[in-house]
């Protein structure tokens, strides 16, 4: 039998989705079920209004931490703060890169921690844990009142769109702690030394990588081994050009969604990287870090990642690099949002289990986290904004996050971002990586590209063991 790459593609699209039923069952089973009612009742003591939510002074807060990006010192940070306040309750803190090999067992047999920062390429699927009812609600941590803004509750303080982007049906269920812009990252430098100026426009876009390269400089690198962080600039350039409803109708699992005419032209536009070869030789290997060192080197001028790239990759950044975010290129005048336009949401999620020994301690934390005080540390120790709104007045930036303030300042009302990855992580994480490792690889075209992400999109659609969620 001749069998085309292609074709081994494509069924093993079919054959991840149409495993998901199964992986349910034993996603179901591994996480022992639980219990979002919030009755602890048991392990709370006295709501007071300097104690909203009747944490015990001496019980024990077990924290767990992803250590990737931004490593963990801003947690113990948090938890210091913590102690101030409860010096007789004893903290255990632990940091890893494998949060769902390190935790699964521990929601197994009903003794999770009261935090994790579920976050990381091997996060806890946020789907399965919902849907399970593993979570904590975390609904009075919103009107609890602001640990030290005077005036404001806990909701008042944070910034557009994380309440949202961490609810489930209605329910406030996971914390997402910084707030993340998403873009297309260069050396100032660079481009300064070379005379280059960031494209506003897909042409002159072209046109520079095109003297990128006559330079003997790669114009593009990205993380090979992860390539869904090329499907960001493919959206973004999409919703750019066909307005919110790209996004929303992609959340929300619409027939054709990912075919839409905005992502045809999408697809079409940034296949011409691959066909010019404007990708640094090699790139499908690298991971992430691995790609984002490259571009450091100034081996590629471009790269697609979120703010916490500066933090990630500062051990190697060379000094004076002054790395800085730019939306993605507009296609043309009909574009419906204008250049400024970039994706910005709040990142790095953290939950309270359902289970948790220690609920009212775990909301306590987060109110710490979300405290001034609280929000500024972290902005300093990890450079990326916190989910807190002024948090980064008055603090010293460094280059990357000031250019993230302004692109988001610029950016403003115009401002967008998508959901379905939280909704469907499988979606994003196997299915849409599988086909952009192939797209940006030049294995596949666009028109096969957005075939396989439809594909994925109308299984998850049709598969009844996972939950579905509709964005408004």
Same mark, same amino acid.
């Given at each position: 039998?001749?069998?085309?790459? &292609?074709?081994?593609?494509?069924r ?29 009742t ?10 909203p ?5 001496d ?16 947690a ?30 521990r ?9 994790v ?5 091997g ?30 509750? *806990? ?5 557009p769109g994380?309440v949202? *982007?961490g609810?489930?049906?209605? @329910? ?21 030394? &070379? ?7 897909w042409?002159d876009?072209i ?9 003997g ?5 990205? #993380? ?13 350039t ?8 790209v996004?929303?109708?992609i959340?929300? +699992?619409?027939p ?29 290997g690298?991971d ?20 916490w ?5 500062k051990a ?26 970039i994706r910005?949401?709040a ?8 289970? #948790?020994?220690?609920v009212a301690?775990? +909301? ?16 300093? @120790? ?7 709104s ?6 010293? +930036?460094p ?13 403003g009302?115009?401002?967008?971002n ?12 196997? +299915? ?10 030049? &294995?596949i ?25 509709? &964005?408004?």
């Amino acid at each position: 039998m001749n069998s085309t790459r &292609r074709d081994i593609l494509r069924r093993g699209v079919v054959a991840g989705v149409m495993a998901t039923p199964a992986a349910g069952l034993l996603s179901s089973c591994a996480m022992g079920g639980g219990d979002d009612s919030g009755d602890d009742t048991a392990s709370r003591g006295e709501k007071t209004a300097e104690n909203p939510f009747g944490v015990k002074a001496d019980a024990p807060l077990d924290v767990v931490i992803f250590n990737g990006g931004y490593g963990e010192e801003y947690a113990k940070a948090h938890e210091a703060m913590y102690s101030e306040k409860y010096p007789n309750a004893k903290i255990t803190h632990s940091a890893t890169q494998e949060i769902s090999k390190t935790l699964q067992p521990r929601f197994v047999d009903g003794s999770p921690p009261d935090v994790v920062n579920n976050s990381g390429a091997g996060q806890i699927d946020p789907g399965g844990l919902v849907s399970q009812g593993a979570l904590a609600d975390l609904g009075e941590l919103l009107d609890a009142p602001s640990l030290d803004i005077p005036g404001k509750k *806990v909701r008042d303080t944070l910034l557009p769109g994380v309440v949202d *982007v961490g609810s489930y049906d209605g @329910k406030f269920l996971v914390l997402n702690i910084s707030y993340t812009a998403y873009g297309i990252w260069y050396s100032t430098k660079l481009f300064a030394d &070379r005379g280059w100026a960031y494209p506003k426009t897909w042409d002159d876009h072209i046109a520079l990588c095109r003297t990128i390269k006559a330079a003997g400089i790669a114009p593009w690198t990205y #993380a090979g081994k992860h390539p869904r962080y090329m499907s960001w600039p493919v959206i973004s350039t999409a919703i750019k050009l066909g307005g919110l409803d790209v996004a929303k109708n992609i959340d929300n +699992l619409e027939p054709n969604a990912w075919k839409s005419d905005a992502m045809k032209t999408s697809a079409d536009a940034w296949h011409q990287i691959v066909k010019d070869q404007f990708i640094l030789p090699g790139t499908p290997g690298l991971d992430h870090v691995q790609s984002q060192t490259e571009w450091c080197r100034g081996k590629a001028a471009l790269i697609s990642c979120g703010s916490w790239i500066e933090n990630e990759q500062k051990a190697v950044t060379p000094a004076g690099f002054d790395m800085a975010i730019a939306p993605t290129p507009s296609l043309g005048a009909s574009d419906k949002l204008p250049f400024e336009a970039i994706r910005g949401t709040a990142g790095e999620p953290f939950i309270v289990p359902a289970k #948790a020994k220690n609920v009212a301690g775990g +909301l306590e934390y987060f109110r710490t986290v979300l405290s001034m005080r609280g929000a500024k540390d972290f902005t300093q @120790k990890v450079s990326a904004l916190s989910a807190v709104s002024g948090a980064a007045d008055g603090v010293a +930036l460094p280059p990357g996050l000031t250019s993230v303030v302004k692109a988001l300042d610029a950016s403003g009302t115009s401002g967008f971002n998508w959901v379905y990855n939280n909704y469907y992580r499988k979606l994003e994480r196997e +299915l849409v990586d599988a086909a952009c490792g192939e797209f940006f690889s030049g &294995r596949i075209g666009p028109t096969e590209f957005l075939d396989l992400c439809q594909k994925g999109a109308d299984m998850i659609a049709q598969d009844s063991s996972l939950k579905k969620y509709k &964005r408004a």
